[in-house]
């Protein structure tokens, strides 16, 4: 039997459909930039939704918080204009967060690699040890 989605979880998905367009052609900020919606997650009540982005090019926490300043400060001009292109009764509040997992994942992969390079270096030795004796 199929999951029946909730309608907080498909009104998240339609929010985050409606801001990736929005943010792209909408805001004019250069602290901006590139944005990836990573996720959107709005209350049971449709009152408050939390907005998780992660940015394309690589930025320093200072430049990620300037970021974050500048999408929570047009917070209320998207939300206006979502209003006007997803008919709800209540419009979410929009609360913009840094989604740090891809950052996370970059550098998990990176530690695994340097650990396997470091392995088959240790395998290599021990192998041209055991062809000297």
């Known amino acids: 039997m199929p ?20 943010i792209r052609s909408e805001v004019r900020d250069p602290r901006v930039g590139m944005v990836n919606i990573t996720d959107v997650s709005v209350s049971r009540d449709l009152a408050y939704g939390k907005i998780f982005v992660s940015f394309v090019d690589d930025r320093d926490q200072q430049q990620i918080d300037e970021a974050l300043a500048a999408l929570n400060g047009a917070a209320g001009y998207l939300r206006k204009l979502l209003a006007g292109s997803i008919k709800l009764r209540v ?23 340097y650990a396997v390079s470091l392995n088959k270096s240790a395998d290599e030795s021990d192998a041209s040890s055991d062809e000297e004796e």
Do not use: N
């Open 3 to 22: 999951r029946e989605f909730t309608r907080a979880e498909r009104v998240s998905d339609a929010v985050q459909q409606e801001l990736a367009v929005l």
């Open 91 to 113: 419009t979410p509040q929009l609360t913009f967060i840094y989604d740090e997992s891809g950052r996370r994942g970059q550098h998990l992969s990176a530690l695994i690699d």
